[in-house]
């Protein structure tokens, strides 16, 4: 029997790109992020995202939201450290895609990684699932920049080198009450 890819849909509300917009700006002063405008504000939709939905769910957390603490953690959960990867997509998550961490990140501390997909155009964000830092090194592909990848019967590069596993591969959002 397969495992069957189940998702968290959180509604992307206006307050919540008014603040990651704000976010975006402050944090580009302090020169925090690289990469374009929009995969920069759909992680901190990502980030605002998770918080909503572990309000609504009363799990309690410690949000990291001081400028300049690159990378200490995002969030702990029943003091685990939880680092959040968001990636901004196009389309509804598939079964077929890879979640992934880029090499500069992968050595950060944490106990588990949590990948959210977010779509700006469609007010989306997709809490897709949760993997144990251990789980994720152990299960997760290296692939190095420049590796030919085939998709929908298309080839494309890989722009930086990173390791990733298939969404299948990962926890559903509400392991959380297991941690």
Known sequence: MSKKFEWMEIEITEDMLIEA???VKKYNTFNLFCGDYAQKLAGEVGRLALRKYLIGASIPFVED???GN???FDFKIKDKNVSLKTQLVNYLPEERWRCE????Q??????????????LSKNKV???GIISKDRFDNKGILRKEGEIMEDNFKK????????DVSILELDPINAFSHL
Request: aromatic residues 10%.
């Open 21 to 23: 917009r704000q976010n």
């Open 126 to 128: 997709w809490l897709v």
């Open 70 to 72: 690159k990378d200490e």
């Open 65 to 67: 939201t001081r400028i």
């Open 156 to 163: 494309w590069a890989i722009k930086e080198t990173k390791k």
């Open 106 to 119: 992968l050595n950060n501390p944490c106990d588990f990684h949590l990948f959210a997909k977010t779509n």
């Open 101 to 104: 961490v880029n090499e500069k």
